[in-house]
């Protein structure tokens, strides 16, 4: 069980490039969450999904995409990359029912710099 | 709309004295609320919840926080702090039901 992963961990990238950033969950979780975190800023959340087939703009959606492919990958795109999108992303899940409804489990993160 | 306030952007304590990170929030109905830490370069980890059970919650670590209605407030202390518990910490509300939404975090430092 490996719980909530992310690929890559480490991105460089020039502006105007492009690239997705992926994730994947083993837990059987309906919802999965993409969040960014600047530095003195907390997380901000960018998209959601609530369940497979469906997405969600969050906080700071600007300069993102995300598919839900099935029920365990939520991927996030940056069709064109600029300065401002240097962050770290993590990506979360939560199960949506019973007593721990409202936890969300998050991945190792994705350090990404945008030159 | 609930939100969260953590008052103080960095702790430092020594170990083996309390620790006491302060959080605030807002909310129009009964909350729900989080701690998670994060340690250097990791991800984040849950540390415990409330969820309109009791007031006082126990996490891990030997970590625990209370709800103070009156107050709206929502502090996380330790009686004891060890230098495993350098972190940052996140006092975490809940959105529209789905997302979470986060306080900007506070740094914990300990020193020996």
């Known amino acids: 069980n490996a719980g909530v992963t992310q690929t890559p961990k480490f991105q460089v990238l020039k502006t105007g490039q492009s690239m997705t950033l992926q994730c994947a969950q083993d837990?059987?979780?309906?919802?999965m969450y993409w969040y960014r975190q600047d530095p003195g800023m907390g997380l901000r959340l960018i998209y959601y999904?609530?369940?497979?087939?469906?997405?969600d703009k969050g906080e700071v959606p600007n300069g993102y995409n995300v598919s839900r492919l099935n029920k365990r990958e939520f991927s996030l795109r940056l069709e064109s990359a600029a300065p401002s999108q240097t962050s770290v992303y993590f990506c979360?899940?939560?199960?949506?029912?019973?007593?721990?409804?409202?936890?969300?489990?998050f991945g190792p993160g994705t350090r990404l710099t945008v030159t | 709309a609930q939100s969260v306030t953590q008052l103080d952007s960095h702790v430092s304590v020594s170990e083996g004295t309390p620790v006491l990170l302060r959080c605030n929030y807002s909310?129009?109905?009964?909350?729900?609320l989080f701690w998670y830490v994060q340690h250097p370069n990791k991800g984040l980890q849950l540390l415990l919840k409330y969820t309109s059970a009791a007031t006082l919650v126990k996490g891990i670590n030997g970590f625990e926080a209370e709800f103070k209605k009156s107050e709206t407030s929502f502090h996380l202390t330790k009686p004891s702090a060890h230098m495993s518990d350098a972190a940052e910490y996140f006092c975490?509300?809940?959105?529209?039901?789905?997302?979470?939404?986060f306080g900007k975090g506070t740094t914990l430092s300990v020193s020996s």
């Open positions: 909310s129009s109905y009964s909350p729900s």
């Open positions: 979360a899940s939560r199960k949506n029912t019973g007593t721990t409804a409202f936890e969300q489990y």
């Open positions: 999904s609530a369940s497979e087939g469906t997405t």
């Open positions: 975490v509300g809940v959105t529209g039901g789905t997302a979470l939404i």
């Open positions: 837990m059987n979780h309906n919802s």
